[in-house]
């Protein structure tokens, strides 16, 4: 599976990516590099869980305006749920958005 992110105005300086439920990253990791036509990969099958957790985490707090993910292989049916947390917060408690 591959796709691309875009931050939109404002992205987070030294932001550190981990995923986890049996996926992993595949080559160099460009998520957030401005640039749609780059790709990051990873491998996951969905037989070993039916969750992959993506993380993105920086140090600075930032008000999210917009991301998205671009050129995804995904299969259809996919649902991506996107969720945030404040500095003080254990897990990521806020929905943001996602396809569902």
């Known amino acids: 599976m591959s796709g691309s ?3 939109g105005y404002g992205a987070p300086a030294g ?3 981990a995923i986890t439920g049996g996926a992993a990253f595949v080559g160099n990791i460009v998520l957030d590099n401005s640039a749609p036509s780059d790709f990051t990969r990873f491998t996951w099958s969905p037989t070993s869980t039916a969750v992959v957790t993506l993380q993105a985490l920086w140090s600075t707090p ?3 305006r917009c991301g998205c993910f671009l050129g995804t292989t995904l299969p259809v ?3 991506v ?3 945030g947390k ?4 254990s897990n990521f408690p806020y929905l943001l958005g996602g396809n569902s």
């Open 15 to 17: 932001v550190s990516y």
């Open 5 to 7: 992110s875009l931050f």
């Open 81 to 83: 749920t996107i969720k």
């Open 86 to 89: 404040r500095s003080g917060d």
């Open 77 to 79: 049916g996919m649902v």
């Open 62 to 64: 930032i008000v999210p």
